[in-house]
Structures are given as structure tokens and as C-alpha cells.
């Protein structure tokens, strides 16, 4: 299932780490050509640091409240990804907004996960916002990421029903179960050279990607 040298990912979180373990997991069990070299959290004592804790990787808290600026802290967050040398940075998570340097620093090679089905919903509340809409679907979304907040090329979406008598709560949990599988499988695409970013637009297996990114289904795991 894998083949090649095995990539070095760094995850950036900012709380409970599910997609970070996730990443554990697919490592763990062959799914996904990558060592986690690295966990940097901007928020102390979350649970996502005891879960890269307990797996025996590197982890450090960089506390943006302790910087005049965001410039700042995104040069040192800069940094301090940098020294783990990695391929692919992963935001897991991390609910800071990144400078254009910052992004500009891994550009081609740093993805984000968002929850919904985006170009739908960029920002917070995503859930809520869907349900208030009368949607009939929600999900998410892994993109590259640019400058423009969650508005990066798509790579792959999980779509999920939106039932009658949804809260966010419940919606978020279904959508979880979805980006625990497409998140480590576009980093998988990514570290096999299979997917790529060619002039701004995503190529998976020398394809050119849709517009909302490849879309999942249970039945394509093996792509
Ligand atoms: C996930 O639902 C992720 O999509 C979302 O935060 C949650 C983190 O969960 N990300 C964003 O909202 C980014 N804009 P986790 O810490 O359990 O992985």
C-alpha cells in the first residue's frame, strides 16, 4: 500500500487532536507513508498534546498571547515548524488565521481541514450555519492552503445527511467520523507524489482535481 521514503509531517492543533490521532493511527497501521515528527499547539494542556504525548512524538506549546503581534508569533511558528524539516505541515485544528508569510514559507506543501462543504461556509459555526440554512448536507473539506481563509483548492470533501432534528453537536460528530478518513488519505495521495498542486490547481494522479476536490466515498479508500 505505501511505497517510498516516508515523508515528515508536523501537526499544528489547537485542541482535542482527533484528526491528530487520526494521523497517529494511518501511521501506525501502514495507511499513510509519513512519520509525525513534530506537534506544535498554540494552547497549553489540550488533549491533542496527550495524544501526541502517548504516541512518543515531539510536542512544544507556542503560546500566541505571549507576542506583540501576529507577525510575530507566525515568524516564530514559523521557526519552530522549519527545524522539524518537514514535506507536509498539517492544520489540525489550529484555529489561528496564518500570515500571508507564514503561508507563503510552505506554499505547495501545508493543508487544512474545514468543516463544511466549502466553498460553502468559511469562518466559525460552520454546523450551525448549514443546519439554519435547511441544508440537506453537510461535511468537510481538505484544501491547500493559501492566503485566503479557508479558501485554498480543494482536495478531497466527505459529504454527511443533515437529519430533521440535528444540533451542531451531533452534526460535528458525524462529520469527524469523515475527516478522520479523507485527511490522512490526502496527505497519503501527497507524500506518494500522487498529488500535487500545479499552478494553483490540485492534480491527483496526474488529473486536475474538480473545483470542491475529489469526493469521498467509503467505497474508494484504495484510490
Ligand atoms: C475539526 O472539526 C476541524 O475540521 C475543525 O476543528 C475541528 C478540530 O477537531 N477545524 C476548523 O474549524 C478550522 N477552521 P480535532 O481537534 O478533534 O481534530
Not at 105 to 117: E, T
Not at 210 to 216: A, D, I, P, R, V
Request: charged share 20%.
Amino acid at each position: 500500500m505505501t511505497s517510498g521514503k516516508r515523508s515528515r509531517l508536523v501537526v499544528l492543533i489547537s485542541g482535542s487532536g482527533s484528526n491528530l490521532q487520526a494521523f497517529i493511527d494511518a501511521s501506525k497501521d501502514g495507511n499513510l507513508n509519513a512519520d509525525i515528527v513534530g506537534v506544535i499547539s498554540n494552547k497549553a494542556d489540550v488533549l491533542g498534546l496527550q495524544r501526541a504525548q502517548d504516541a512518543g512524538i515531539s510536542n512544544e506549546v507556542l503560546d500566541h498571547r505571549a507576542f506583540p503581534s501576529r507577525e510575530h508569533f507566525d515568524a516564530e511558528l514559523g521557526e519552530r515548524v522549519s527545524s522539524y524539516q518537514p514535506d507536509l505541515v498539517i492544520l489540525a485544528g489550529f484555529m489561528r488565521i496564518l500570515t500571508p508569510d507564514f503561508v507563503s514559507r510552505f506554499a505547495g506543501h501545508i493543508m487544512n481541514i474545514h468543516p463544511s462543504l466549502l466553498p460553502k461556509y468559511p469562518g466559525l459555526h460552520t454546523h450551525q450555519r448549514a443546519i439554519d440554512a435547511g441544508d440537506k448536507k453537510g461535511g468537510a473539506t481538505v484544501h491547500f492552503v493559501t492566503s485566503d481563509l479557508d479558501g485554498g483548492p480543494a482536495i478531497v470533501q466527505a459529504e454527511v445527511p443533515i437529519m430533521g432534528d440535528d444540533t451542531a453537536d451531533l452534526l460535528a460528530s458525524r462529520v469527524l467520523v469523515q475527516e478522520h478518513q479523507i485527511y490522512p488519505l490526502a496527505a497519503h495521495w501527497f507524500c506518494e507524489g500522487r498529488l500535487t498542486l500545479e499552478n494553483g490547481v490540485p492534480q491527483l494522479n496526474g488529473n486536475a482535481l474538480q473545483k470542491t476536490g475529489f469526493l469521498f466515498s467509503t467505497a474508494i479508500t484504495e484510490q
